[in-house]
């Protein structure tokens, strides 16, 4: 895979970069370009893949695998790893291996299995298994979603993003790692310790992911991928046997194009000087909803989402005292489709601080060097009242920009920043706490933004 690990590589390198193909291989093949690669089997492509290095590197290709051979390069651990070699069934930058049926709608595939058997080495490096996905069936550039599967880690590195608890996928326990490289989304499991071979079933990850949210059956399965991310050394890895086939015949439903039924009109629960707590009668969907979006008006100004929760209940938090809000309420499914909003419900709230109060206080941790940083933004609802859904924003300082992020949706407007909720970790109970971050660069003598506002309401830093 090409990706990035808190580290700036540009999309555009990484889909410009020249594809080397190689006869496919018969006696050991030795292939040391850039992305060069050969097919095995007739069935799967071997690929070199060393996107974040210049220094050589090169692997040996046999009929039923690959090893490196030579590794040269050396990686920071808190940055992008060398490379991706690796052996795929389906397309990867237009490279598809011979015969494939990728992409595959998921709702169209009956079973998809695959088995590896990994030789470990020496080195700082995951053993990684891949499964790329994408809304469209793209046969080129980045997929929107990617599932990394950590069969081994060897020193001190770790998956995008942040821990998000456990599963059981395929009668085995994984930690969960859920973040975005800014490309793509990503999902990590984590083997607890190595696993040099194993046969599974590929269906088994890809419900886990749909039943977080992060794709429907409407998606494509594109690639199958397994190889190593080395950071350092890594000579004597290798795959040294390789399987995956993926059947159509699914009987899962087609693309869901159907919108839910308009949800109730919000009915206004307790008041606050900061906050409303509002409910509603739920919508109905053909598949099923998976959320609710909630908006705040104010007079004849644009409505602006306040949160989105999985419940008929929301407490809008953040607002202004003796002000009056109209609130509205719209549904959604898993393949996005959203239901016509429902008729709004006014409410004012409370003057001064009376009944209750909503606050919140940001931490911001910052590591610059020369020309780039990273930066860790803890957000603490310190008011009475849970916060469901968030939305935080500020302003970067002159000559800092954002390359990738981590635990939120990060979008930057000139230097205005404005950071929202994964649908993990948008309820901050009172007193609670999430983290979110991002690696950034700077033209020099850095600075951390001074001012913060949570939902709008202003928040102590520090």
Do not use: K
Not at 144 to 157: K, L, T, Y
Not at 314 to 334: E, M, N, P, Q
Not at 388 to 402: A, E, F, K, M
């Amino acid at each position: 895979m090409r990706r990035l690990v808190r580290a700036a590589v540009t999309v555009a390198l990484v889909a410009t970069a020249a594809l080397v193909v190689a006869s496919p291989a018969q006696a050991d093949t030795l292939i040391c370009e850039q992305y060069g690669s050969t097919t095995i089997q007739g069935r799967y492509v071997v690929q070199n893949n060393r996107w974040g290095s210049s220094a050589q590197q090169c692997v040996n290709v046999t009929d039923t695998g690959f090893s490196i051979t030579t590794q040269q390069g050396s990686a920071a651990t808190n940055g992008a790893p060398l490379s991706y070699p690796s052996v795929f069934l389906g397309c990867h930058y237009t490279n598809c291996s011979p015969g494939t049926n990728l992409p595959m709608q998921v709702s169209r595939i009956s079973s998809a299995t695959s088995s590896i058997n990994y030789v470990f080495a020496g080195g700082t490096y995951n053993a990684s298994y891949d499964i790329w996905l994408d809304p469209s069936p793209r046969t080129d550039g980045v997929n929107q979603m990617e599932i990394m599967i950590w069969f081994n880690r060897q020193g001190p590195i770790q998956p995008i993003g942040g821990p998000v608890g456990s599963a059981t996928v395929g009668g085995r326990t994984w930690e969960v790692w859920q973040g975005s490289n800014g490309a793509n989304n990503v999902l990590s499991y984590v083997a607890p310790s190595p696993i040099n071979s194993w046969n599974f079933s590929v269906l088994d990850f890809i419900a886990d992911v749909r039943s977080r949210g992060a794709i429907t059956n409407s998606w494509y399965l594109t690639s199958i991928q397994a190889g190593f991310e080395p950071w350092n050394g890594g000579v004597g890895l290798g795959v040294s046997a390789f399987s995956a086939a993926v059947n159509g015949g699914g009987t899962g439903p087609g693309p869901d194009s159907q919108a839910p039924t308009t949800p109730g009109q919000p009915t206004a629960g307790t008041v606050t000087a900061s906050s409303v707590a509002l409910s509603w009668a739920a919508s109905t969907d053909n598949v099923g909803v998976t959320g609710y979006d909630v908006y705040r008006q104010q007079g004849t100004g644009t409505a602006t989402l306040a949160g989105s929760t999985s419940g008929t209940s929301f407490t809008a938090s953040g607002l202004s005292a003796s002000t009056t809000y109209t609130f509205t309420v719209r549904a959604r499914d898993a393949a996005g489709n959203v239901s016509a909003t429902s008729p709004g419900r006014t409410a004012t709230t409370l003057a001064g601080s009376g009944g209750g109060g909503s606050g919140c206080r940001v931490r911001y941790a910052a590591n610059p060097w020369s020309n780039g940083f990273t930066a860790d933004v803890t957000v603490t609802n310190t008011g009475t009242s849970t916060v469901n859904g968030w939305t935080l924003t500020y302003n970067l300082p002159s000559g800092q920009t954002i390359t990738n992020s981590w635990n939120a949706t990060v979008t930057t407007n000139g230097s205005a920043v404005t950071a929202r909720n994964l649908t993990w970790n948008g309820t901050l109970a009172p007193g609670a706490s999430t983290t979110f971050g991002y690696q950034g660069t700077h033209g020099g003598g850095y600075v951390s933004p001074s001012s913060f506002a949570l939902n709008g309401s202003a928040c102590a830093v520090g």
